[in-house]
C-alpha cells in the first residue's frame, strides 16, 4: 500500500502529471479542477480543452 501523501504532495503530484499531461500554466488550478482536466485529457479531450472545461 503507498504512502499516504500530504495535501501539499498530492497537489504537487498532479500538478506533475497535468504538465506531463500537456496540460500548461495548471498553477492556479484547484485540486478539483485539475483532477477534472486530468480526467478529460484521459478520455481524449485535447489538454488545452481540458483545462478551460475544469475550469468553468
Do not use: C, F, V, W
Not at 29 to 34: C, F, N, P
Amino acid at each position: 500500500m503507498e504512502a499516504e501523501m500530504t495535501g501539499r504532495e498530492q497537489l504537487h503530484d498532479l500538478r506533475q502529471r497535468a504538465h506531463n499531461a500537456g496540460i500548461e500554466g495548471n498553477s492556479k488550478m484547484t485540486e478539483s479542477q485539475l483532477k477534472d482536466a486530468l480526467k478529460r485529457a484521459e478520455k481524449g479531450m485535447s489538454p488545452q480543452a481540458a483545462k478551460q472545461q475544469a475550469k468553468r
